[in-house]
């Protein structure tokens, strides 16, 4: 243990970060200069916090060897995001420099994530207009997989969601238009969960099927076609096509 008593009489005293890396004011979290990513210092239940004005007499003991770092998430981050090694910052007690934080090797953080390779749905190509007579028939629903590839230790909860790129004809109901190349008319694409409830575009769903044991995941979904209301039917291609967007959490 290193022991410091400090005098103050209305003095400074805690950590000052590094101006490259960024600044705060309050609080025991510190920009890192890298997007997305903030970090503090502990020891103990203790961790070091921004200057604040004191006084009297401060006792400190500061361990020389069981200093902690935590990088923390504190927005969006790159998929790789290299930290430099450099100087964190001082805990200073106004003029007086009572230690230096230094990251002396550089890291690279790596955002957890899963492999997720398209899926192309074969919907078929032998359907009868007599199938979609009323609207909202939606014959044959194609039961399909999203997968999850070599998921990344450190997830803790992947949620999902579906984004249409075509015109989107009822969001609640998880309908979406056919391409503008389909020649198919009075046809959508409807896509549910796979209790045959509908997918609500654009909405977060969290994905209960994961754990943090496993590495490959299925998200078990269907489509089917679905006839419109007040659009005449006429048989041609009908393709549509949907962005699926993953977050791990």
Do not use: H, W
Request: charge should be neutral; glycine fraction near 8%; hydrophobic fraction near 40%.
């Amino acid at each position: 243990m290193q022991k410091f008593d400090l005098f103050c009489q209305n003095g400074i005293i805690g950590f000052n970060v590094n101006p490259a890396l960024g600044s705060a004011t309050t609080g025991t979290v510190f920009p890192l200069g890298v997007p997305g990513l903030a970090f503090r210092i502990s020891f103990g239940n203790y961790y070091v916090s921004t200057p604040t004005l004191q006084s009297g007499n401060i006792t400190f003991f500061y361990p020389s060897t069981s200093y902690r770092l935590e990088i923390i998430k504190s927005g969006e981050t790159l998929s790789q995001s290299p930290v430099p090694a450099i100087s964190l910052g001082e805990f200073r007690g106004d003029n007086l420099k009572v230690i230096t934080f230094n990251l002396i090797n550089p890291v690279t953080v790596n955002a957890a994530s899963c492999q997720t390779p398209s899926v192309f749905v074969a919907m078929g190509d032998d359907y009868q207009l007599f199938e979609f007579d009323n609207a909202g028939d939606a014959p044959r629903p194609i039961k399909f997989d999203l997968s999850l590839n070599n998921c990344q230790r450190g997830i803790q909860k992947v949620t999902y969601q579906l984004q249409a790129n075509t015109p989107v004809i009822d969001a609640q109901k998880g309908i979406v238009a056919l391409s503008g190349a389909s020649t198919a008319k009075g046809i959508g694409l409807q896509l549910k969960n796979d209790a045959g409830q509908p997918i609500v575009l654009n909405t977060p769903y969290v994905f209960s099927g994961f754990n943090t044991t496993g590495t490959d995941f299925k998200i078990p979904l269907s489509a089917a076609y679905i006839r419109l209301a007040d659009s005449a039917l006429q048989a041609g291609s009908a393709n549509s096509e949907v962005t699926f967007i993953v977050n791990y959490l």
